[in-house]
């Protein structure tokens, strides 16, 4: 009953407002829908012009710089706060689950009001951030340099507006049980704090606001939101720092050119997963290896494999594949829960295969190439994958299995042309990368434009109001990741005033330069983190600790990326906390117990995998030094 109501809350369609406030509320939808489709599609545009710039003119044009920021910061904040409208900013469900019905209302309804707590937060602090540098003028455009925390201003005003709509409509009376007391709360503490802000000083307030964000993301406070309110609550209770610095780096943490490349690498996903790429993707592989003992579940990992290094966006992989194949396992009448745990443990394998959304992150906060660990990340991902496909072969074995006909040569070459075109696509990004040609951001922005070709001229699977939802859905997903990151990033900043990197530097001293307990040490953290956090937040702000410790004791800072971001992501697609791993059993239609079940022997030789990686750096250091980056 717990997990059908949390279901029902998710996914509820929404219900009659008030003729006029819905009707106002729909207009605001569609204004910031319009807002966030011109900042996807100019920012596509923009790096286009750069590109023809430099190689047909010889020439850059400088101004594109900071017009691409802005269409950034407004695809995190205005995407963000649409894809907390829609219900897609990523929640930590384990522990809400175990309360009664009436504990869980209780639990949503809080963190809604939490929301709109932290966005009059926030929207209030970027007003004065925006009063005090409105003055200075952006280089090039010569625009106020406050203009790039506009759409920060116009996000909290929207989550302000659909957090209390949400209150009304959702929780109804149940919203006053949860808004007066949290009133009376702040009331109380703001007129008495000078009495109890002595008790914060020290380690107090760093204290309160890790205990904040624990509470609220059990409570199933969306992590974006949880780091935002921990940061808050930081700034506020040491009371030695305005709270201008929570806006201020929130939107510094949108500010690397990088990270351009995810609304791109996410925009090309989906058209993959609706274009019918991935389908022919798929069909491939099936001819290829169907034949195999385990077939379908060995085409899975094969073919999450080449998705992951075609989209760069993990919840594009999953879906592409996950809606194929468990159509198959349908009619072979194959377990779709372990269906489901193949898929999950196989995505979390894909998370080093590139183009991937963690390498960029990485990069874009880290010293680290990103063209190194696009090449770093291939063959750690396949040795995983042959361990898993080891295991899968040796379960059909020992479960009586027989092998499958081998396709004919005729089927294996239909699919094969069939397959040519989209292999083109990671072809391509390889080539512009290595040889210098462009960019990640410049490749990824091709690379969609290679795809809209696939999916609308050739295979004519998406029509106009199919690309428009598609750019539309791109544009929220990109939000949801770029709010949790410029949260993240503020989140980052506070820990470091607080000094947890030194506390950090000098506990891993205890284990006198130790390279196997610092590095068994590193890889929980990351899981544990990975699977809490929702997996690219506790790479954004574990990362930038723990690479210089690893440099200082003789570890490849290049091998030590990689070893993080599979760490991450087994966290990620982990039960019971591990988001993507709901998100898999919901492509595959299968309930989470039976699918934690079937986990379990695949999430051991995951595991064993990563191990093979993290204490053999020859796997993945190996193919850098043949290109010459290490």
């Not at 006029?20 to 569609?30: K, P, Q």
């Not at 058209?271 to 385990?294: K, N, P, Q, Y």
């Not at 379990?600 to 190996?622: D, E, N, Q």
Request: glycine share 8%.
């Amino acid at each position: 009953m717990n997990k059908s109501f949390l279901v029902l809350f998710f996914k509820k369609e929404r219900l009659p407002f008030g003729g006029t406030a819905e009707s106002v509320l729909r207009s605001i939808d569609r204004l910031a829908e319009l807002i966030v489709i011109a900042a996807l599609l100019g920012e596509l545009a923009i790096v286009v012009i750069n590109v023809f710039g430099r190689v047909g003119l010889e020439t850059g044009f400088l101004w594109t710089d900071e017009v691409a920021r802005l269409a950034l910061s407004t695809l995190t904040f205005v995407g963000g706060a649409l894809a907390y409208r829609r219900g897609h900013h990523a929640y930590v469900r384990a522990a809400l689950e175990r309360l009664p019905a009436l504990g869980q209302r209780w639990c949503l309804a809080l963190a809604d009001a939490l929301v709109l707590l932290g966005a009059l937060v926030a929207g209030w602090a970027s007003l004065d951030f925006i009063r005090t540098s409105w003055t200075e003028l952006t280089p090039i455009l010569s625009l106020p340099a406050a203009s790039i925390a506009l759409p920060l201003t116009a996000c909290m005003a929207l989550l302000v507006l659909y957090s209390g709509e949400r209150l009304i409509r959702v929780h109804g009376r149940m919203a006053l049980s949860v808004l007066l007391p949290l009133a009376a709360f702040l009331l109380l503490a703001s007129f008495t704090k000078d009495v109890w802000t002595a008790f914060f000083i020290g380690d107090g307030s760093i204290a309160a606001a890790l205990l904040l964000f624990l509470l609220t993301v059990l409570a199933g406070l969306p992590v974006g939101f949880a780091l935002l309110l921990a940061s808050a609550c930081y700034l506020w209770t040491a009371d030695s720092i305005p709270m201008v610095a929570l806006p201020q780096n929130m939107v510094n943490g949108t500010g690397n050119f990088v990270l351009l490349a995810i609304p791109f690498f996410v925009f090309a996903g989906l058209i993959m997963e609706r274009g019918g790429i991935s389908l022919r993707l798929v069909r491939f592989v099936h001819a290829l290896v169907g034949h195999v003992r385990g077939g379908l579940f060995q085409v899975m990992v094969v073919s999450m494999y080449l998705v992951s290094g075609l989209s760069g966006s993990k919840s594009a992989d999953v879906a592409a594949v996950g809606s194929v194949m468990r159509d198959m396992l349908e009619r072979e009448r194959i377990s779709v829960a372990e269906g489901t745990a193949v898929l999950a443990v196989s995505a979390a394998m894909g998370e080093t295969v590139p183009p991937s959304i963690a390498m960029l992150i990485l990069g874009s906060i880290s010293s680290l190439s990103i063209a190194a660990l696009f090449i770093a990340g291939i063959v750690p991902a396949a040795v995983i994958a042959v361990c898993l496909m080891v295991l899968i072969y040796l379960r059909a074995r020992r479960a009586g299995g027989v092998a499958l006909r081998r396709a004919s040569l005729g089927a294996m070459t239909r699919a094969g042309l069939g397959a040519i075109l989209p292999l083109l696509m990671p072809a391509m990004l390889f080539a512009g990368i290595l040889l210098g040609y462009a960019t990640p951001t410049e490749v990824s922005a091709f690379a969609v434009l290679y795809g809209i070709f696939l999916s609308t001229v050739v295979y004519r699977a998406l029509d106009g109001r199919s690309f428009l939802r598609t750019v539309i859905d791109s544009a929220t997903l990109t939000g949801m990741i770029l709010f949790i990151l410029a949260s993240a990033s503020a989140f980052s900043w506070v820990l470091t005033v607080a000094d947890l990197p030194q506390r950090l530097v000098e506990v891993l001293n205890g284990v006198h330069d130790s390279r196997p307990v610092f590095l068994i040490g590193s890889v929980l953290l990351l899981i544990v983190s990975g699977s809490l956090l929702e997996g690219l937040p506790a790479l954004n702000v574990l990362a930038p600790l723990l690479l210089p410790i690893a440099g200082r004791i003789g570890i490849s800072q290049l091998h030590y990326g990689i070893v993080l971001i599979i760490a991450m992501g087994v966290g990620a697609f982990m039960p019971p906390a591990g988001v993507g791993f709901y998100v898999c059993c919901a492509i595959m239609r299968t309930r989470i117990e039976s699918a934690s079940r079937a986990i379990m022997p695949y999430l051991l030789v995951l595991l064993a995998g990563l191990m093979i990686v993290t204490f053999v750096p020859w796997f993945t250091l190996a193919l850098p030094a043949v290109f010459g980056f290490h």
